[in-house]
């Protein structure tokens, strides 16, 4: 079993639907998630940080995790072509390892 | 967040010759990375590289491949040796920069192509 888990895609979404991105991982004691959000031929961009269960709300995007269920999501609300890009779960063990495992991303397009 | 720069910022390089590339940030940090993230995959970490101390390589990384430098808290150099076509892939440096939880941030990237 992989540790972090994406469905590659691509997810294809209307211009202004909810686009939902899901992870899963395997390790029981991950503390902090992140999601990125890569365009082609860029690097990673930290879009969103979450450590605590529940949602956390920024702007059109929404993170919601789930440690019971050992999985992390990502909303994003009034999709834009823009947001069309790859976007990479990352999860840190816990024990104190400050190095995320990235999954392989889940590409999605917003189409017009 | 931290501004990091690398360069070069894409090389072609021959079979079993060396390149290395530099990564400088725009403020002090104590975690540095290198990672690898080949065509249609996610990223691999390389190594981790603190300031003062020896690299911290992952597994299937040596040292002899991937020499890592990191003179001061603001500059890391990733060499990499005796080149193969496998090499080939897009290098990319990244910092915590200590002021957000773990959260990580990355550079431009470097993509190299060796023939």
């Known amino acids: 079993q992989k540790e972090v888990e994406q469905n590659s895609g691509p997810l294809s979404v209307p211009e202004g639907a909810i686009a939902s991105l899901n992870c899963t991982y395997s390790d029981r004691v991950s503390q902090s998630f992140f999601w990125y959000r890569q365009y082609s031929g860029k690097s990673p961009e930290l879009i969103m940080s979450i450590y605590s269960n529940g949602d956390k709300e920024d702007g059109r995007f929404t993170a919601q995790l789930n440690k019971a269920s050992q999985y992390v999501s990502l909303l994003i609300r009034d999709s834009q072509p823009s947001d069309s890009a790859t976007y990479l779960c990352?999860?840190?063990?816990?024990?104190?390892?400050?190095?995320?495992?990235f999954g392989r991303g889940t590409s999605l397009i917003v189409h017009p | 967040s931290a501004v990091i720069s690398q360069k070069p910022s894409r090389d072609i390089c021959q079979r079993g010759t060396s390149l290395t590339i530099q990564c400088q940030v725009d403020?002090?940090?104590?975690?540095m990375f290198w990672y690898r993230q080949q065509p249609g995959q996610s990223l691999t970490l390389i190594a981790t590289a603190n300031q003062g101390s020896e690299a911290t390589y992952e597994s299937g990384f040596v040292i002899d491949k991937f020499p890592i430098s990191r003179p001061n808290l603001t500059f890391s150099t990733l060499t990499v040796s005796n080149m193969s076509p496998e090499d080939s892939s897009i290098y990319l440096c990244?910092?915590?920069?200590?002021?957000?939880?773990?959260?990580?941030?990355f550079g431009p990237g470097t993509r190299l192509t060796v023939l």
């Open positions: 990352a999860v840190n063990k816990g024990g104190g390892s400050y190095i995320p495992t």
């Open positions: 403020s002090q940090v104590t975690m």
């Open positions: 990244s910092v915590e920069d200590g002021r957000s939880y773990n959260e990580q941030f």
